[in-house]
């Protein structure tokens, strides 16, 4: 295949500022057609990245449209359905954070995607830096030895725009949409910004969670504000992820990862000196830099790497089973807080 057509469902803040870019300038992919409820939405994108078609129903698109892939970059509450569209008509996908709202959507799309043979990449951009890859190698290569604790800060100023939903207006700028207000009320900071720091931490140390119990705050807004979670990992590390939404907006966020083993600690600081730091208790250790400020957040990335899957160039950098590693520990905190329980990954599937 020399060329890779992909379409886009959900033309909102996210897929102008990151996907459709990302496909345009990618030298062997096509954007054929756009989708959105709101299809004055998708005109106006289709007519700033020259797309051809626009669509107001994903089953029209995927009936008239030949596509290869599909990017999923609709509100959170429709990731579930519009991807097991998707797969059904044997398309491979780049879904964005969270993939789904539960474990148990998650498990089904993944299973489904397994059986039609198709890949889901998963818009956690952390997963395409520098930073992440070296840790996720080194954890692998052994260079703390077995890990114990994981210790995770995930500060933003998120809730920011639940308090003062027109904050961004005029102070940052965006090529087609912002972001939807309401997106911010309906959705806390477990949905909206653990979920990355969740999905970091399973990325680099490569496991799960077992069970999950978690405290939340709502602070002065209607929706959770301040998350403290304390995980077990299947293989057996603890971990304490925390995570808050309430600093100023021109405050840059804390986006910080300590792990501790047997043979020694590392840690990054991917938001504010983006730099990873080993630590080995024999007395050796490593520090990596990224001093490309355009790579801190190579927002273009999972989208290029969809392209890059389908034409067979490279390898799913960012897979669903490991966003539903992060899934998990997101469904099972808002569980754990609304009971005050303990809730264990199993109890997210019941009889499943
Ligand atoms: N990875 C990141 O850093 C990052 C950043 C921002 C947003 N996101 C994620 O991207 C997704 C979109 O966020 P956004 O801020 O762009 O939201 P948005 O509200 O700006 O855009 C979402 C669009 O989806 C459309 N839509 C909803 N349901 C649909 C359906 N069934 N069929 C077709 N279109 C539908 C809406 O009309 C809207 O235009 C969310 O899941 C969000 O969590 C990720």
């Known amino acids: 295949m020399d060329t890779a057509r992909i379409g886009v469902v959900g033309t909102g803040w996210w897929a102008t500022e990151a ?20 299809a004055e939405r998708a005109t106006r994108a289709a007519e ?40 059904d008509a044997g398309l491979h996908l780049l879904i964005e954070k969270p993939m789904t709202e539960t474990a148990l959507e998650g498990r089904v799309l993944l299973a489904a995607a397994e059986r039609a043979g198709t ?34 800060l995930f500060a933003s100023s998120a809730i920011q725009q639940v308090r003062h ?21 309906a959705y806390g900071q477990g949905q909206n910004q653990l979920t990355h720091s969740a999905a970091l931490a399973a990325f680099v140390i490569d496991d799960g969670p077992e069970s999950v119990h978690a405290f939340m705050d709502n602070a002065d807004v209607s929706v959770d504000a301040v998350d403290a979670l304390s995980v077990r990992f299947t293989g057996g590390a603890l971990g304490t992820l925390a995570s808050v939404g309430t600093k100023p907006g021109d405050d840059t966020p804390h986006n910080e990862l300590r792990i501790f083993g047997s043979d020694g600690w590392m840690e990054i600081d991917m938001e504010r000196a983006t730099l990873l730091t080993l630590h080995r208790y024999d007395g050796d250790g490593e520090q990596m ?14 989208a290029q790497n969809l392209a890059d899957v389908v034409l067979g160039r490279a390898p799913n950098l960012s897979p669903g089973s490991i966003a539903q590693w992060s899934v998990e520990i997101v469904d099972a905190a808002y569980r754990s807080a609304a009971s005050g329980a303990l809730v264990t990954i199993a109890d997210l599937y019941g009889d499943a």
């Open 48 to 87: 700033h990245y020259g797309v051809d078609a626009v669509y107001d129903d994903l089953d029209r698109m995927l009936a008239r449209e030949s596509l290869d892939g599909l990017v999923v970059a609709s509100s959170n509450a429709s990731h579930y359905e519009l991807a097991r569209r998707a797969i």
């Open 165 to 185: 939903p027109d904050a961004l207006e005029g102070v940052w700028s965006f090529p087609v949409h912002g972001p939807t207000p309401q997106n911010f009320s």
């Open 119 to 152: 890949e889901i990449v998963v818009g956690h951009t952390f997963h395409y830096t520098r930073l992440a890859r070296r840790a996720r190698e080194l954890i692998t290569d052994g260079a703390i030895g077995g890990i114990e604790l994981v210790h995770s």
């Open 289 to 302: 830099r990224e001093e490309d400020v355009s790579l801190h957040y190579p927002l273009r990335a999972p």
């Open 19 to 38: 996907h459709i870019p990302g496909l345009v300038e990618h030298p062997q992919a096509e954007v054929p057609a756009l989708c959105d409820l709101d």
